[in-house]
């Protein structure tokens, strides 16, 4: 097995427990999130752009939004290494997790969305 394989496999490793972790983070984030809050904590910051409350969406909602957060920590993660000197090593080891990141969130809009023109732009995006 060669040296890049060996790095990218430790590193898919560490990154998968970190995943994990995430994963229950979110759960648990999502569980509090149901709980009652003030009015105070109910403001929104109109200068970025509305996400959908936790607390109205539904559960195929949530989950979509935990798969996809999810989805984009893991991307994250394996994205950020520090450059090498070698920009072809470079750009694979940034590149392969993106990629894994689009198909990622694109899985989780064929479990979840209901638009068959985006689920057909998902099934084209792991097709690829």
């Known amino acids: 097995m060669s040296v890049d394989m060996r790095f990218i496999r430790s590193r898919a490793t560490l990154v998968d427990c970190a995943v994990r972790a995430i994963r229950k983070t979110l759960i648990a984030l999502a569980a509090i999130v149901r709980m009652p809050t003030s009015p105070v904590?109910?403001?929104q910051d109109q200068t970025t752009p509305h996400r959908v409350d936790p607390v109205m969406a539904s559960s195929d909602e949530q989950e979509f939004i935990i798969?996809?957060?999810l989805a984009v920590s893991k991307m994250s993660l394996e994205m950020s290494a520090d450059p090498t000197g070698d920009v072809d090593r470079d750009f694979v080891v940034m590149m392969v997790p993106h990629a894994q990141g689009a198909i990622d969130v694109a899985r989780a809009e064929l479990k979840y969305g209901h638009s068959?023109?985006?689920r057909r732009i998902?099934?084209?995006i792991i097709a690829d």
């Open 67 to 69: 798969d996809s957060e």
């Open 116 to 118: 068959e023109y985006l």
């Open 122 to 124: 998902a099934q084209g």
């Open 41 to 43: 904590a109910l403001a």
